[in-house]
């Protein structure tokens, strides 16, 4: 059963968009094909629901693991393992592909992790991933748009495009002045499409244009061979939007900046262990980071993927074999560009006192460090720009070292 505040309230313009979240910048940065070659692409994935961390990246080695997970722990034995990561942590089976990334050292986990918000409200808690600061309720800006706007703006390039039931909080913000725009990629047919084109022409000039953008950018993201194959579900369509992303992306005066946004992954009731509903959706997320890998081709070893959910599930299952909200949780890393080959943590372990509040996995890791340290070492912000504009008031959170090879 999917708890009824997850899904975030829409707007007029987000209702018509409709469809799966995708958002991209329109200008390449000029630090692209500097004097080192590098050419950077940044990819953020939104999971909102709240992952459970302790079900995707299981600490088997913990004694208290197995008994609090129940019947949806994960094992390295049985009919199906789970992949060791190290002696300690392994990952889901429905992730082989970012078990390969891994080996690859292409691939990490951040383990214990947590943005600062303690309460357990999906709403508010999206609403500080997303924005970037302390508290819920701040702005309408998030802390990916103020980034960009943090860099040197350069050539323009394609369109930006967004698909999606909402724009990413974490890309909105003033489009004039960071030179981006979301753009709808209609899920309609053409003659639908165009009808609303016509009737928003004379009444919203600006949303009509993106209506309009949106409709060629489809075909040209599609490619004659994204359309989902009937009941296909959630894992073929984050699959679907990740290609159709990242032919765009790939392209030479395409988007180097993006971010995504999956929803679904409220697991209260039903989560399954190794097989069930949320190897379902890992199988999904395994697949975007493929299609990432796969179409971005020799952009990928510029590339870096963070992939975040605003919070954690309960350590204890709970009655109906799911978990409820939590707190620690983890974030992934994937990417040419990622100093992979490691679960990054500072384990508070899960015995009964070390829990947070009785119930979660104790968050040791501040998510704005880790993304800090991908925005300073990967786009070159400075620790200053990240503690004043991207993320407030955070300038006691200083940015993680070492996550980019």
Same mark, same amino acid.
């Given at each position: 059963m999917e708890c009824c505040e997850s899904r975030l309230l829409t707007s007029r313009r987000s209702l018509l968009l409709g469809g799966a979240a995708f958002? +991209?910048?329109?200008? &390449? *940065?000029?630090?692209?094909? /500097?004097?080192?070659?590098?050419?950077p692409r940044l990819i953020a994935v939104i999971l909102r629901g709240a992952l459970d961390g302790l079900a995707t990246v299981a600490p088997v080695g913990d004694p208290d693991y197995a008994a609090l997970h129940g019947s949806i722990a994960l094992s390295a034995s049985g009919p199906h393992p789970s992949?060791?990561?190290?002696?300690?942590?392994?990952?889901? %089976?429905?992730?082989?592909?970012?078990?390969?990334? @891994?080996?690859?050292?292409?691939?990490?986990?951040?383990?214990?992790?947590?943005? *600062? @918000?303690?309460?357990?409200?999906? $709403?508010?808690?999206?609403?500080?991933?997303e924005s970037g600061f302390a508290g819920p309720g701040r702005v309408q800006s998030g802390w990916l748009n103020r980034a960009l706007q943090a860099l040197p703006q350069g050539e323009r390039v394609s369109g930006a495009l967004a698909v999606g039931p909402?724009?990413?909080?974490?890309l909105r913000g003033p489009a004039a002045t960071v030179g981006w725009a979301p753009v709808?990629? %209609?899920?309609?047919?053409d003659d639908t499409a165009m009808r609303l084109i016509e009737l928003y022409r004379h009444r919203d000039p600006t949303l009509a244009e993106a209506l309009t953008q949106g409709l060629a950018l489809e075909k040209t993201a599609q490619g004659g061979d994204m359309k989902a194959k009937p009941g296909g =579900?959630? %894992? /073929?369509?984050?699959?679907?939007?990740?290609? =159709? /992303?990242?032919?765009?992306?790939?392209?030479?005066?395409? %988007?180097?900046? +993006?971010?995504?946004? $999956?929803?679904?992954?409220?697991?209260?009731?039903? #989560?399954?262990?190794?097989?069930?509903?949320? +190897?379902?959706?890992?199988? =999904?997320?395994?697949?975007?980071?493929?299609?990432? #890998?796969?179409?971005?081709?020799?952009?990928?070893?510029?590339?870096?993927?963070? &992939? /975040?959910? #605003?919070? =954690?599930?309960?350590?204890?299952?709970?009655?109906? #074999?799911?978990?409820?909200?939590?707190?620690?949780?983890?974030?992934?890393? +994937?990417g040419g560009a990622v100093k992979g080959g490691r679960v990054i943590t500072d384990w508070p372990t899960l015995k009964e006192a070390s829990l947070y509040e009785g119930r979660d996995l104790a968050p040791t890791t501040d998510l704005r460090a880790?993304?800090?340290?991908?925005?300073?070492?990967?786009?070159?912000?400075s620790a200053r720009v990240l503690a004043d504009a991207v993320f407030p008031d955070s300038g006691m959170v200083k940015p993680m070292q070492g996550l980019i090879a």
């Open positions: 958002a +991209a910048w329109a200008y &390449v *940065p000029k630090f692209a094909r /500097a004097g080192d070659g590098r050419d992949v060791m990561l190290d002696s300690f942590f392994a990952l889901h %089976p429905s992730m082989p592909e970012f078990a390969r990334m @891994y080996k690859d050292k292409q691939a990490a986990v951040v383990h214990a992790v947590a943005t *600062p @918000y303690r309460d357990r409200s999906h $709403f508010d808690g999206q609403d500080v991933l909402t724009t990413p909080l974490v709808a990629l %209609p899920q309609a047919d =579900g959630a %894992p /073929a369509q984050m699959r679907n939007v990740a290609r =159709g /992303a990242a032919k765009v992306m790939a392209a030479d005066d395409g %988007p180097r900046i +993006a971010a995504l946004a $999956f929803d679904g992954w409220d697991t209260h009731a039903n #989560e399954g262990g190794p097989v069930g509903r949320l +190897a379902n959706l890992l199988s =999904g997320l395994d697949g975007a980071l493929a299609e990432f #890998e796969s179409g971005l081709g020799a952009h990928w070893r510029d590339t870096v993927v963070v &992939v /975040a959910t #605003e919070f =954690g599930r309960t350590a204890r299952i709970n009655g109906t #074999e799911g978990t409820d909200h939590g707190t620690g949780t983890i974030a992934l890393l +994937a880790v993304i800090k340290g991908v925005l300073a070492d990967h786009l070159g912000l």
